[in-house]
């Protein structure tokens, strides 16, 4: 199975602060990567698609990047409404994979 | 406006089976792939089981031969079987559905597995 490490596991940042959340994967998966952004009691958002694409209606200033085995989420300058659960998925061999997640804090 | 609504979750004890569906509007089932997400409390997402094409299924090893994932296009509905429930099942299981991955998600149904 392929093992996606995110990190770090959980952040405190400051409104405006510039946010990088690292996903590695144990074996190539080309760009077949999304991010997920979580609120607590609330369902999963789809933020990145295919490692890089902005899923619609999501602010510029997330962006992802990245192929192969090491991929990035960065938020650009970080927004009170952003202080969340990050998450990674793999979705280029089965059993698809998440990350454990990262929990960005407020400072 | 694009909705998935999951049912049949619930308190059954370990053993027991118990049947998940997954209402879609503004979203055709059969021509998506459909899959189930779980959480369980206080932890990060698991992937379950996914659908697509004709029909094609796959499974977490952790549920492989226990869960039965379908879907039904009459009804465009996505089911699943879930038998033989262990206490590490309980957790809020997601519905989702995307071309690739998932951009459309239900809100989530609680499945506790407790005697």
């Known amino acids: 199975d392929i093992q996606m490490t995110q990190s770090p596991s959980s952040l405190s940042a400051s409104v405006g602060d510039r946010v990088t959340i690292t996903c590695r994967a144990t074996q190539g998966i080309r760009n077949d990567l999304a991010w997920y952004q979580q609120k607590a009691g609330k369902a999963p958002k789809r933020l990145i698609y295919?490692?890089?694409s902005l899923q619609s209606g999501v602010p510029s200033r997330f962006s992802g990047s990245g192929s192969g085995t090491e991929f990035t989420l960065t938020i650009s300058s970080l927004q009170p409404e952003d202080f969340a659960t990050y998450y990674c998925l793999q979705h280029n061999t089965y059993p698809w994979t998440f990350g454990q997640g990262t929990k960005v804090e407020i400072k | 406006e694009v909705q998935l609504v999951e049912t049949g979750g619930g308190l059954i004890q370990p053993g027991g089976s118990l049947r998940l569906s997954c209402a879609a509007s503004?979203?055709?089932?059969?021509?998506?792939?459909m899959a189930w997400v779980r959480q369980a409390p206080g932890k990060g997402l698991e992937w379950v089981s996914v659908i697509y094409g004709g029909g094609t299924t796959q499974y977490a090893d952790s549920v492989k031969g226990r869960f039965t994932l379908s879907r039904d296009s009459s009804k465009n509905t996505l089911n699943l079987q879930m038998n033989s429930l262990r206490a590490e099942d309980t957790a809020v299981y997601y519905c989702?559905?995307?071309?690739?991955?998932?951009?459309?998600w239900g809100q989530g149904t609680m499945v506790t597995v407790s005697s």
């Open positions: 295919t490692a890089s």
């Open positions: 989702a559905g995307g071309k690739g991955d998932f951009d459309i």
């Open positions: 503004g979203f055709i089932v059969s021509r998506n792939y």
